[in-house]
């Protein structure tokens, strides 16, 4: 009976080696945070080698890099997003005054600027003269408060970050990611305006990825980039960053 040699690949030991990480936190957050733990272990089974080998033999079913790449960057975004979501809902509330509070404090504010702004009236007995003083006028200063971010804009935040920090965007491309999963325009852009990207090096490693598993030309690698949404001097920056 012949057996079947198993290549050993640099793709293989990153399967395994993510594949065991990623479970071992599944399994870890299974305790305290239970949809991300499960989340996590279905990730660890996208990228063993073993789960791969066994869908291919039974089922005939077949993961390609890309198709794996995509479930883990839909099941990680998830689990990152359900983790944000259970931490912020254990942080502490905050306390906004209520509309009777706001509203008892406006009727104090006009009671006082009303009893600053009535003259003063002094009577001097001996002369029975009424003399009327007129106080200074009372300066208002005007607070401007800065619009603080939705929920939604700040775990668009983390978001963005976290696929940023997974693999390599475009800006427009972020944002589009973030809106397919769920984030609306305006948070989208937020969340990318509020994270620290250099847009150039996103390009470069882009490049480099696309080059890994496929041939391009200068030109041809240019315009891929362009398609990802990468500007054109973002686009010439990454193929000339990998030795065009």
């Known amino acids: 009976m012949e057996t079947k040699e198993t290549k050993i690949t640099l793709g293989l030991i990153v399967g395994w080696i993510l594949g065991v990480l990623v ?8 305790f305290t945070e239970p949809v991300p733990g499960i989340l996590f272990l279905l990730l660890a089974l996208v990228l063993l080698p073993p789960v791969n080998r066994m869908l291919k033999e039974k089922f005939n079913l077949s993961l ?6 995509v479930l883990v960057i ?8 359900t983790m944000d979501t259970e931490s912020t809902s254990t942080s502490n509330p ?9 509203v008892a404090e406006s009727e104090a504010d006009t009671e006082s600027s009303e009893n600053v702004d009535e003259p003063e009236t002094v009577v001097q007995e001996s002369a029975d003269v009424v003399v009327e003083t007129n106080p ?3 300066v208002e200063t005007l607070v401007v408060t800065q619009n603080q971010p939705t929920l939604g804009e700040k775990q668009a935040i983390r978001a963005a970050q976290n696929y940023i920090d997974f693999r390599a965007f475009s ?7 973030l809106e397919f999963e769920g984030y609306s325009r305006t948070e989208a852009e937020y969340g990318v305006e509020n994270i620290t990207v250099d847009w150039n090096e996103q390009a470069a490693l882009s490049a480099k990825a696309y080059l890994e598993y496929s ?3 200068r030109s041809g690698l240019i315009e891929q980039l362009k ?13 000339t960053a990998v030795g065009y």
Do not use: D, H
């Open 171 to 177: 800006k427009s491309g972020l944002i589009e990611q």
């Open 227 to 239: 398609f990802e949404g990468f500007t054109t001097a973002q686009a010439q920056y990454g193929a």
């Open 136 to 138: 200074e006028p009372v």
């Open 64 to 69: 390609s890099g890309g198709v794996k790449v």
């Open 215 to 217: 041939n391009f030309s």
């Open 74 to 81: 839909v099941l990680f975004g998830i689990a990152g997003a």
């Open 94 to 102: 905050v306390v906004e005054n209520t509309p009777q509070e706001v």
């Open 23 to 30: 479970g071992i936190a599944g399994v870890g957050l299974l």
